[in-house]
């Protein structure tokens, strides 16, 4: 008989439905297949021109119906696409599922091609007070649901049917870490048996890409697009905006294993700690994400010796990898030079509210596939970052607990810590 | 019968067209009879309830902090920071660091004038696409782009009141407050959390932030009216307000122990989504009514309704189905804050209960008077289009 309760009396929190989209393609098989054979998603844009703008590659998703429709849609096909695929390997009801929603997506704002449409649409007066002028005359809601926060959430509950108020959440780039710890605390405090996580983002728009290129954020590295993320790298110089999804069905262990249900991984546990240093650069003692990992082996229950892997935020930014690292280094001391640390981005960019949860997807296989996915690009080590990032190629290895770190903007940190096996 | 981990209200933050503080806030609203402020000029045909005055750097000291920064989130930093201060809790540190925070919030302002310059060259121009990056990559301030970020927010109240336990950012309009309440007070029950900071913030005066409610059609126009007597007058029925509200929640021990003063307990929040074309808004508010177990006995109620006509009008009838309720729609004196608009009710519940006293009617065609001291007060938010949440607040 398991035990169903953690080192802190609360429930184990299982995974039992796993879904994921990134530029690699559409679910977990494909995705893993071209993640471990080291294959990069990044690729030119095309989904718009690139005049003018300093970077011209991404990892946007462009190969789904909803790709050319605007950010809100394809967030919602994305967040659709993951759930699907989650919660049919879960067993549980596709139309009634019966548990909370909780949705990592970017902040909405009025597509440039509605505004467009609508300022089009009418001569009188300019600027604002034509849109508004327009707006009052609509008679559909397309337009409005676009520019709701909580209407993606809404489509989903409904599509899923899960129970109560879903919740939307910003985090910034650790939102799909959120999202699952979410659900983790539900099911602790009794509130749910489960829970529905998603991390989604389809708003690589052309407007998304300056605002990053305005803060120096990306890579510009346009002529050999899938070696332009590069983690860890001496030469890395930016992250590489992407798109896609990740889902987990989370339930607790007692009633997963009450039906039946095929236990994919442990949540076991998530850690989290704001920093107050400054809107987009991190603390310079790390000090934060320190905190943020040390908080995850306490809440889980584990010593840094029991950690075998690391999935990192590892976006190829200057700033992050060398924070990342020593927030590391200091957490586990030397250990940490022989410890696998790899990153995903360096194949599917950075998928900012998603992120968190497609890692997390990626961290649960790694544990039931025994191999770690590459940290690919890694030519050129930066010097002063020494980690074994599982360099270019993947290795085969027994992992039975993962650390998976987010760090965003606005001092956001959050850590979650799985595990093969329940306790 | 009160319990160590029981929610307590210890710190209020509040801003509206009304002032700043719970204590203005009271006293202007238990004046009967009280005038809205309203602003009827500057976007006709829509009235607002705009901003007070407000001297930034009372609660956000360094220039360059409030220049990173358009409004929505100053007003935010701002109330925020009157809650910490209201609850002994700022410049404290060890208090802040480790001090948990939701944030309910939508998106920032965009920069009005590069956006109509794009539109109007988009009435002779075919290369739209090509005008968006031409334009965004030379005039967009870099920074803009923080200043707008839902999650950044938090991000400036972190930075500037140094409130570092935890910070999570939910989105969607009055049930990103709803949840944002629900999922702290959830948090403090089950000993996750000692002390917490939620609330939000709502910058109207913005063309986008008008666009956001009038795509729907969901603003009203002409005259204004008293929130309960928008139906059948031109438009939707929204008349909306800048404003913030935030809230330090705390676990009770954790209040006493430190010596603070608490306002009012925070009973059970509920909340849901009804799925309204499909007629579930009536039986929704029904069932939370009895989900949040309405005590016995008559009952004030600060609801936070819109002016939405469907809405409003099953709200109206919800709480008019009961003879013992005696609501007070705040929206007509303050307008409809949106993310705020939850937090906004559960404090003026909160005041109401430790000031011992209810509010006169704000609208003394549509409400009844209330006599006697309000032991228990309920507080609600129905979404203008979505989202449904309510709590009960009960004396200390």
Redesign the interface.
């Known amino acids: 008989m398991a035990n169903l309760n953690d080192h802190m009396g609360r429930p184990i929190v299982a995974v039992t439905g796993i879904g994921v989209v990134t530029s690699l393609g559409v679910g977990k098989a494909d995705n893993w297949a071209a993640l471990t054979s080291g294959k990069s998603g990044i690729h030119p844009i095309t989904r718009?021109?690139?005049?003018?703008?300093?970077t011209r590659i991404s990892g946007m998703v462009d190969f789904l119906p909803s790709s050319s429709k605007g950010s809100s849609h394809l967030t919602y096909e994305l967040a659709e696409t993951a759930a699907r695929e989650a919660v049919a390997e879960s067993g549980l009801d596709s139309g009634d599922f019966g548990g909370p929603l909780f949705l990592a997506?970017p902040?909405?704002?009025?597509d440039?091609?509605d505004?467009?449409a609508l300022?089009?649409s009418n001569?009188l007066d300019?600027?604002?007070?034509?849109?508004?002028r327009v707006?009052?005359g609509?008679k559909e809601?397309d337009?409005?649901e676009t520019?709701?926060?909580?209407s993606i959430?809404?489509r989903l509950?409904?599509r899923f049917g899960t129970r109560?108020?879903?919740?939307?959440?910003?985090?910034?780039c650790a939102s799909g870490a959120?999202a699952i710890q979410?659900g983790v605390?539900a099911i602790?405090?009794g509130?749910c048996d489960r829970a529905l996580s998603i991390g989604a983002d389809g708003s690589a728009t052309?407007?998304a890409l300056?605002?990053?290129?305005?803060?120096s954020a990306l890579s510009t590295h346009n002529d050999i697009p899938e070696k332009a993320s590069k983690p860890f790298s001496k030469d890395r110089d930016g992250f590489v905006l992407a798109e896609g999804s990740g889902a987990l069905v989370l339930e607790s262990l007692e009633t997963a294993l009450a039906r039946g249900a095929t236990i994919l991984g442990i949540l076991r546990g998530c850690g989290?700690?704001?920093?107050?240093?400054?809107?987009?650069r991190s603390k310079p003692d790390a000090s934060?994400a320190i905190a943020a990992v040390r908080a995850v082996l306490a809440d889980a229950g584990l010593s840094q010796d029991e950690i075998d892997y690391v999935n990192a935020h590892g976006t190829s930014t200057p700033e992050n990898d060398k924070m990342e690292h020593l927030s590391l280094s200091t957490v586990f001391g030397e250990r940490i030079g022989s410890m696998p640390v790899s990153s995903n981005k360096s194949m599917i960019g950075h998928t900012l509210s998603a992120a968190g949860a497609v890692e997390a997807a990626f961290s649960l296989m790694t544990m039931r596939e025994s191999v770690i996915p590459p940290t690919i690009n890694y030519d050129n080590p930066d010097p002063a970052i020494v980690l074994d990032v599982v360099p270019n190629k993947k290795r085969n290895a027994e992992v039975r607990t993962v650390l998976s770190n987010s760090f965003?903007?606005?001092?956001?940190n959050t850590c979650l810590v799985m595990a093969r096996e329940p306790v | 019968m009160s319990s160590p981990r029981d929610v307590v209200i210890t710190g209020i933050g509040l801003v509206s067209s009304l002032g700043e503080g719970p204590d203005a806030h009271w006293q202007k609203l238990a004046q009967p009879g009280l005038e809205p402020m309203l602003e009827a000029a500057r976007f006709a045909p829509y009235t607002v309830h705009p901003l007070p005055e407000i001297d930034w750097n009372l609660q956000i000291a360094k220039r360059g902090d409030q220049r990173q920064m358009e409004t929505w989130q100053r007003l935010g930093t701002y109330a925020a920071g009157l809650a910490l201060d209201d609850a002994g809790i700022k410049g404290n540190d060890e208090l802040c660091t480790t001090m948990d925070m939701v944030v309910a919030a939508g998106g920032g302002e965009r920069d009005e004038a590069v956006d109509a310059a794009i539109l109007a060259a988009s009435e002779s121009r075919n290369d739209r696409d090509v005008l968006i990056n031409e334009k965004l990559t030379t005039e967009l301030r870099p920074t803009l782009f923080l200043a707008q970020l839902s999650n950044l927010l938090a991000g400036n109240i972190s930075i500037v009141h140094k409130v570092t336990g935890s910070s999570r950012t939910f989105m969607g309009e009055e049930g990103a407050g709803v949840a944002a309440v629900e999922t702290a007070a959830a948090r403090i029950r089950s000993g996750q959390s000692t002390h917490i900071l939620v609330g939000g913030a709502f910058q109207t005066e913005h063309s986008d932030m008008l666009l956001g409610y009038e795509l729907a059609g969901y603003l009203h126009r002409g005259p204004w009216k008293p929130v309960w007597q928008r139906q059948g007058a031109e438009g939707g029925g929204v008349v909306t307000g800048s404003g913030g509200a935030f809230l330090v929640l705390e676990q009770r021990e954790h209040a006493t122990s430190r010596g603070r003063k608490i306002y009012a307990e925070l009973g059970p929040v509920v909340s849901g989504r009804a799925r309204r074309p499909w007629g579930e808004l009536d039986a929704q508010i029904a069932a939370l009514l009895k989900q949040a177990a309405v005590p016995n006995g008559k009952l004030l109620a600060l609801s936070g309704a819109s002016g939405a006509h469907t809405a409003t009008i099953a709200e109206k009838a919800a709480l008019d189905a009961n003879p013992a309720i005696a609501a007070r729609g705040f929206s007509t004196l303050t307008g409809h804050m949106k993310e705020a608009q939850f937090p906004f009710a559960v404090a003026l519940a909160a005041l109401a209960v430790d000031r011992k006293a209810a509010y006169p009617v704000f609208d003394a065609a549509a409400e009844k008077p209330f006599e006697g001291v309000p032991a228990t007060v309920l507080a609600t938010a129905i979404g203008y289009h979505q989202f449904e949440g309510m709590a009960l607040v009960n004396a200390a």
């Not at chain 1, 300019?126 to 508004?132: I, K, M, N, T, V």
């Not at chain 1, 520019?147 to 909580?150: A, E, I, L, P």
């Not at chain 1, 109560?164 to 910034?172: F, K, V």
């Not at chain 1, 965003?408 to 956001?412: D, E, K, P, R």
């Open positions: 718009f021109p690139v005049d003018h703008l300093n997506s902040p909405v704002e009025l440039w091609h505004r467009f300022y089009n001569d300019s600027g604002g007070e034509r849109l508004l707006a009052r609509l809601l337009f409005f520019t709701q926060f909580g959430a809404g509950a409904d109560g108020l879903p919740i939307t959440l910003s985090t910034a959120t979410l605390e602790r405090r509130e052309a407007e300056i605002r990053f290129s305005l803060l989290e700690k704001a920093d107050d240093f400054h809107r987009t934060p965003g903007f606005g001092g956001q």
